[in-house]
């Protein structure tokens, strides 16, 4: 593919958290062998500039250019994040306001949780067809359809859908800019998970999967592969539950030992792990933020 196009990849992190987003840059970077540039659009809640200028530092300038922006600034005027009572942070809603973040003139878009390595180049991803869906995603693993009773859609029924629906998850998004804009996605989801909220265990997800149902295109299930399984070729490893940066790790330590390897490559190559009262610290201050800000 010819290098004068740029992949454009919004990414969302907090203080706690860039620390894994400096690893998934560098594996993107480690990976990636086509001539494309990629640029990054990072998303920040209260990121210190030390840490801004270690991730700079971390990865290949001529690689990568990095436009960090501030979490309020990118949430149109008027808009209500939804009230939901779960642990996961406000952060999780920013991927709805991609349109707000990327260039007008941006066909498709990657978004990816920071809890992620990459092991392929990122531009086959990228190049993936999509067909004429506006979506592309990766059947979630543990959940696989909306008739799941540990975390699917519990309403399915009220809403008119069939048990079988594929549940996608949103750790990994590829986004067709123009059609998410026409459809106007980004105000319809907020409103659907509004309106449904005591559903919405896993709210960002319930919305995409009822907005969505059955309109989104699947991709190779190795692009958005859980650290809880043992597969040895996966595209990308996304570390659920515990991170790997705790002590509490307890995924496949396999996957850990990758982790490290990137992690090693960066300026937080010295950082140590981080225990467990400082992980439910980290839950207890998602929820005081809710708190302040949105109830």
Request: proline residues 5%.
């Amino acid at each position: 593919m010819p290098s004068t196009i740029t992949i454009p990849i919004v990414v969302v992190t907090d203080e706690h958290y860039v620390i894994l987003l400096g690893v998934l840059l560098k594996s993107i970077e480690a990976n990636h062998k086509t001539g494309e540039k990629i640029h990054i659009y990072v998303i920040e809640d209260d990121v210190t500039k030390k840490s801004k200028e270690k991730l700079a530092a971390s990865v290949s300038a001529d690689m990568f250019s990095i436009s960090w922006m501030k979490m309020q600034d990118i949430i149109p005027p008027g808009v209500k994040l939804p009230a939901d009572r779960t642990s996961w942070p406000l952060t999780i809603y920013l991927r709805l306001f991609i349109e707000h973040i990327v260039p007008a003139d941006t066909e498709k878009a990657l978004f990816i949780d920071v809890d992620t390595i990459a092991l392929e180049d990122i531009s086959k991803l990228y190049y993936t067809d999509m067909g004429d869906k506006v979506l592309a995603a990766v059947q979630d693993p543990q959940l696989l359809t909306f008739d799941n009773e540990w975390g699917g859609i519990f309403n399915y029924k009220e809403l008119g859908f069939a048990p079988d629906t594929k549940y996608l998850n949103t750790g990994l998004l590829m986004i067709d800019i123009p059609k998410w804009k026409e459809q106007k996605l980004g105000r319809r989801i907020l409103d659907c998970i509004n309106d449904n909220i005591k559903f919405a265990n896993f709210p960002d997800q319930y919305g995409f999967n009822v907005v969505l149902a059955n309109q989104w295109q699947p991709l190779d299930t190795r692009w958005n592969y859980f650290a809880s399984g043992d597969l040895k070729n996966p595209f990308l490893i996304h570390f659920i539950s515990r991170k790997p940066i705790y002590t509490t790790y307890t995924n496949n330590p396999y996957y850990k030992e990758l982790f490290e390897g990137y992690r090693k490559l960066t300026k937080w190559k010295n950082a140590k792990p981080i225990g467990e009262l400082n992980r439910y610290i980290k839950k207890l201050d998602n929820v005081w933020t809710k708190i302040k800000k949105v109830f």
